[in-house]
């Protein structure tokens, strides 16, 4: 079944310390999508990546990075620079050429991540 | 720039009621997408109906239906006989086409809890 994996379901990371969250889908979109969500709040938009090689910063990037070197895979680091890192982390996805209002998006499972 | 409003505090419901989600919306675009999406504490997001601006006729899904009402600028979203599993939180999110650039703008989302 086609889909978006995002791997771990929890993260311990220590201060001071890089971690990478795991996106992968097989649904052959061109569009990924890193977001960030905080208890009880919405959806922030952290980085997004209509192609491969090509991504832009979101609304809240600083302290994250990201690559595309594969249509299937948009990691995400979270760097030692991001203030107030857990959260949990949503990764989502979108079929068709840019401008299609239509589509929705896919999301993954999230990744918790809890800074001890 | 878009805006999507949902400012209901936690909203309760009886088993088998209906109850009403509240969204509304601001844009200049007059070609624009409507979403909502249920997020269970389990984190994962589920995509549950979609309007379009141009749309004649209110989406319906099921026991979903959307109630848009273009003037107003409000895409409300109703649950017809709730059940327990509907306990989650819901967003509402629109999609503008601004080119490659496009991508969902989401509501901070609102609490629903049925009560047996």
């Known amino acids: 079944d086609g889909g978006i994996t995002q791997s771990p379901k929890y993260l311990f990371r220590k201060e001071g310390q890089n971690v990478t969250l795991s996106c992968e889908q097989n649904l052959n979109h061109d569009a990924m999508y890193w977001y960030r969500q905080d208890p009880g709040q919405g959806l922030r938009l952290i980085y997004y990546s209509q192609i491969v090689n090509d991504f832009q910063k979101g609304d809240i990037a600083e302290g994250y990075s990201v690559s595309r070197e594969k249509k299937e895979s948009f990691p995400l680091t979270v760097t030692s620079a991001q203030k107030n890192p857990t959260a949990f982390y949503l990764c989502?996805?979108?079929?068709?050429?840019?401008?299609?209002?239509?589509?929705?998006?896919?999301f993954g499972s999230g990744t918790r991540l809890t800074v001890v | 720039a878009q805006k999507i409003t949902q400012t209901q505090p936690g909203m309760f419901v009886q088993e088998k009621e209906a109850v009403t989600l509240d969204c509304t919306y601001d844009?200049?675009?007059?070609?624009?997408?409507l979403f909502w999406y249920k997020q269970p504490s389990s984190g994962e997001m589920i995509f549950l109906i979609y309007q379009g601006s141009y749309d004649q006729q209110n989406a319906t899904e099921g026991r979903y239906s959307l109630n848009f009402q273009k003037a107003r600028k409000s895409a409300n979203l109703v649950i017809s006989a709730s059940q327990l599993g509907d306990s989650a939180m819901y967003f509402c999110a629109m999609r503008v086409p601004t080119g490659a650039n496009s991508k969902l703008t989401f509501g901070k989302g609102i609490t629903l809890s049925v009560r047996p």
């Open positions: 989502a996805s979108s079929i068709g050429p840019a401008g299609s209002i239509s589509m929705g998006y896919t």
């Open positions: 844009t200049s675009d007059p070609s624009y997408g």
